[in-house]
């Protein structure tokens, strides 16, 4: 079965500087892998992705993430936060071999300071 | 993107009584919709996987006389949270997936009085 895991369970940075959110997974195969965001009290909003290919993936807001096989990773990256950054993040992966059944980490909540 | 909407965005029912959550996905047709659990602070926990047309797919622990899920058509799927109590109280969310890709409902916070 997979497993995701988010070292990181808070993290705060200072607005402009740079963010960085780990992410290490569980997976036999080559899973299908997820960073979503979370504003308090709403639902998820999708990132990025990476099913294959390139494994640096641009996502929305300014994020990337990088796809390690080495090191079964899959960090999520900012090079400047914004205040509106101020969030829950949840990597995920999904299962191809599951129907895609997603599994989501613990999540790291990021607060920016002005 | 995909929507999907989910309705209601929150309730408060008293103990012992049934409670419906709809999730509907609007601009695309979903053969399997997602349900999961959220409590404060903490991750989404699949609860169910719902195929249309079918039974729903339960996770370990998760009782399907309480959360009844029924999968009617390609748009709609229902959570009915059956004789509630406190302890069901928490943060509901549904996706609907199309293709290798789910979209997620805004989730409905119930609570139980």
């Known amino acids: 079965a997979q497993s995701v895991t988010q070292p990181d369970i808070h993290i705060t940075v200072s607005e402009g500087a740079s963010l960085e959110l780990r992410c290490n997974y569980s997976?036999?195969?080559?899973?299908?892998l997820f960073w979503y965001v979370q504003s308090p009290g709403q639902g998820l909003q999708l990132l990025l992705k990476y099913f294959s290919g390139d494994t640096l993936v641009q996502g929305i807001k300014g994020f990337e993430a990088e796809f390690k096989r080495s090191q079964s990773s899959f960090n999520l990256r900012k090079p400047s936060v914004h205040w509106s950054d101020a969030a829950e993040y949840f990597c995920a992966v999904g299962a191809p071999a599951a129907g895609n059944k997603l599994t989501f980490g613990g999540g790291t909540r990021v607060l920016v300071k002005p | 993107g995909a929507v999907v909407s989910q309705h209601p965005s929150w309730v408060i029912c008293k103990s012992g009584t049934s409670v419906k959550i709809e999730c509907r996905s609007l601009d695309f047709q979903a053969t399997t919709m997602f349900w999961y659990r959220q409590f404060p602070k903490q991750s989404l926990m699949l609860m169910a996987t719902s195929n249309e047309g079918s039974k729903a797919t339960y996770e370990q622990g998760v009782e399907k006389d309480k959360f009844l899920i029924n999968h009617a058509s390609l748009t709609l799927s229902t959570l009915t949270v059956t004789s509630a109590h406190p302890e069901d109280s928490s943060f509901y969310i549904c996706?609907?997936?199309?293709?290798?890709?789910?979209?997620f409902g805004q989730g409905t916070r119930l609570t139980v009085v």
């Open positions: 997976y036999g195969a080559t899973p299908y």
């Open positions: 996706s609907a997936r199309t293709g290798t890709e789910a979209f």
